[in-house]
Structures are given as structure tokens and as C-alpha cells.
């Protein structure tokens, strides 16, 4: 297993090597085009041509090379963060676990400062109830319970004040946390969806994103001997039970 792992981890590697490059030089000369294009358009605004010839290039220029331009850009830029989502779960896969008793109480209160700014900038409120500890890797589980806490605060509901809730219980030697929040909810359809790679957790909502969050999130559960499971009703928010070994006393 850690032979395929590390196999796995350099074709990714040169995979995203060998599109990035290609990548950068799409990137680089739509640059090209964009400054082409407002050299052209200064020239057109300047020259003194027949002026029926002069609409006809300059609506010829403004309804097609900014457009296409544009979408060039997005197509680039979508790709690089695909590309840096796929170096993320690499990353997980192949990083050494450390696993040791953890304080989640401190972890939690170090992750909502980490937040503050998002907290005040939706003015979203969250409880953080007293939690058990677990056993896990420092920093694979702080990484976890970020991306479940930034997903809780990027899907609240703007009809309403937000909301996030903390909540852990131990249960047959298992610590087990709920993040629940009362924003937009995952649709049905996408329940069954929402932990593959590169499914956004609703694909039609507004909010960004590629889907490598929650990837990410069962890689390092199954790296720290736990699992993860949703609740969720369209419109009235979601709960996401992590389940992880408890620390003995």
C-alpha cells in the first residue's frame, strides 16, 4: 500500500507538471491578446478612417476578442486550481501520520480564531460545546475540522443569520463530533455525491470552489482510522458526524 501510495504521488506530480506548463504559456499569451487588443482599439479611437469602416472593426473587436478572452482566463485559471486540488489529496496520501492523543477543545478554539475575520465578515455565530479528545495527527485533523468549519460558514444562508454548532460525545470508544450549521443544506440529488473528488457539494449554488475539500476530508479519516457521514435537508442547514478513536483517560 505505502509502495502504490508513493507511485501514485509521483504520477500526480508529473502529471500536474506536465499541465501546468502548457497551462502558463495559454495564460501568458492571452495576455498577449488582451494588450493587442487595446493597442488595436487606441488605434481605431485615433486614426482618422472612414467611419462606417471604423464601426464595423470596432464591433467586430468588442463583441468577440474580450469574450473569448475571458473564458480563455477562467478555462486557465479553473484547470491551475484543479491542478493544485490534485497536489492537496497527494500531499494527504503521502504525508507521515503521526497519530497521538488530542486536546480538541484547544484545536477547535485555535481554528475559530484562525476564522474570526469570516465569522465578522458574515456575521455568523458559533458555539463550540466542551469537547472529548481523540487520537489522531496534529495537524491532518486540524486541516479536517478547517475545511468541515470553512464549508459550514461558505454555505450559510443569506436570508439568515448564520449559525455553526460544535458538539462531540464519546460512544463505544469512539469520539464523535458533530459540525452542524442551519445554512442552504445540500440538495438530495448530491448527497450521495458530495465526498468524490472535484463534486462541489451543490453544484448549481453561487458559492466557489472545486470540490477537493471534503476529498480531502475522507483521506485523512481513512489515514487516522475514522469515517464521516451527513445529514442534510435542503434549507435548513447540515450536520456532519467525524468519528475518530477516543482518547483513553
Not at 467611419?51 to 476578442?65: A, G, W
Amino acid at each position: 500500500m505505502v509502495v502504490k501510495n508513493k507511485e501514485l504521488q509521483s504520477i500526480v506530480y508529473v502529471a500536474s507538471h506536465d499541465l501546468r506548463s502548457p497551462l502558463v504559456n495559454i495564460d501568458g499569451f492571452s495576455g498577449e491578446l488582451a494588450k493587442a487588443y487595446r493597442q488595436l482599439r487606441e488605434m481605431l479611437d485615433n486614426e482618422s478612417i472612414d467611419d462606417d469602416l471604423k464601426r464595423k472593426l470596432l464591433e467586430l473587436l468588442d463583441e468577440n476578442v474580450p469574450e473569448s478572452i475571458r473564458f480563455v482566463k477562467a478555462g486557465t485559471a479553473k484547470m491551475s486550481n484543479l491542478i493544485d486540488g490534485l497536489l492537496q489529496v497527494s500531499r494527504v496520501g503521502g504525508a507521515r501520520v503521526k497519530i497521538k492523543p488530542l486536546d480538541m477543545n484547544k484545536m477547535m478554539d485555535d481554528i475559530r480564531q484562525s476564522m474570526e475575520f469570516q465569522f465578522k465578515d458574515t456575521g455568523a455565530e458559533i458555539i463550540i460545546d466542551d469537547l472529548p479528545g481523540c487520537l489522531g495527527d496534529a495537524s491532518q485533523i486540524k486541516q479536517l475540522c478547517s475545511n468541515l468549519v470553512g464549508n459550514a460558514i461558505k454555505y450559510l444562508d443569506p436570508k439568515r443569520k448564520g449559525k455553526i454548532h460544535i458538539t462531540g460525545r464519546v460512544e463505544n470508544s469512539q469520539s464523535i463530533y458533530c459540525i452542524e450549521d442551519n445554512g442552504i443544506g445540500i440538495n438530495p440529488a448530491y448527497q450521495s455525491k458530495i465526498f468524490e473528488m472535484f463534486h462541489r457539494l451543490n453544484p448549481d449554488d453561487s458559492a466557489g470552489g472545486e470540490g477537493i475539500g471534503l476529498t480531502i476530508v475522507t483521506r485523512i479519516l481513512h489515514r487516522n482510522n475514522g469515517t464521516i457521514r451527513v445529514e442534510s435537508e435542503q434549507g435548513k442547514g447540515s450536520k456532519f458526524f467525524v468519528s475518530l478513536p477516543t482518547a483513553k483517560a
